[in-house]
């Protein structure tokens, strides 16, 4: 169902990759809600994913970027403003990404070339979009942007590894720029903190399937799915929330309020042997 939501409002999608994709989610509803939008990704990632096919979909035009390279954000805006005939009214954030967490390295032995990386692409980025779109004038008055995050920034959860720290410091951009973009321009900039999805990104995070099921049974209303958080963003995009910003939203079911549940009690597991290590130690990283 539509309410029209976004009707005349332009957006820019970052990180739709496929139909798994929260922001391929994001960018459908957008459209149904009357929106005109353009989508970024890399050029590997337009390559090697099926983000090609939803622009034509969606009749948007696909901008390749590499969101650490300012000169290509610059790009992404300019020519989205080119095409869409405007300033834009709404950006999602939804890039996320850890060569730690890839090549299976442990916390407490992250190879630290690799965590520049995971924060540069995971975090900085979203501050060289805010940079470059502020610079610019790209953003309209009383635009929205979102990036989405997850409660592993503010709670320590098993496997999550350096990704962690990432998304701890894409929280503290948002609220440290939406306080300069909120009083010079209205813009607002807000985080959601979504519950645990099964995204291609997201596949990667060690015991995926086992930490879906704890917040499943931990969350009062069940994990969020990737259409609800969709529907999240267009609310969050549209006018109906010109107030709010500098916020990190939960949309998580409830589980950021939960100790423990009676479901997930029942469920402890009482056996570590897969986390064992060849020598029988319990790895906690």
Known sequence: MSYNLLKGKRGIIFGALNEQSIAWKVAVRAVEEGATITLSNTSVAVRMGDISKL???????????????????????????????GKIDFVLHSIGMSPNVRKKRTYDNLDYGL??????????????????????????DYGSVIALTYVAAQRTLFGYNDMADAKAMLESIARSFGYIYGREHHVRINTISQSPT????????????????????????????????????????????????????????????????????????????????????????
């Open 55 to 85: 622009g034509e979909q969606l009749g948007a035009e696909v901008i390749e970027a590499d969101a650490t390279s300012v000169e290509d954000l610059e790009n992404v805006f300019r020519r989205s403003m080119e095409v869409l005939g």
């Open 115 to 140: 965590l520049e990386k995971t924060l540069d692409i995971s975090a900085i980025s979203f501050h060289k979009m805010l940079q470059v779109a502020k610079k610019m004038g790209a953003i309209a």
């Open 198 to 285: 099964m995204t291609t990104a997201g596949s990667g995070i060690k015991g995926m399937d086992s930490l879906m099921d704890f917040a499943n049974r931990m969350s009062p209303l069940g994990n969020a799915s990737a259409d609800e958080c969709a529907d999240y963003c267009v609310v969050m995009f549209s006018d109906l929330t010109r107030k709010v910003t500098m916020q990190t939203l939960y949309h998580d079911g409830g589980f950021s309020s939960m100790g423990m549940s009676l479901r997930a009690m029942d469920q402890y597991e009482k056996s570590f042997d897969k986390y064992r290590d060849e020598n029988g130690n319990i790895m906690y990283g």
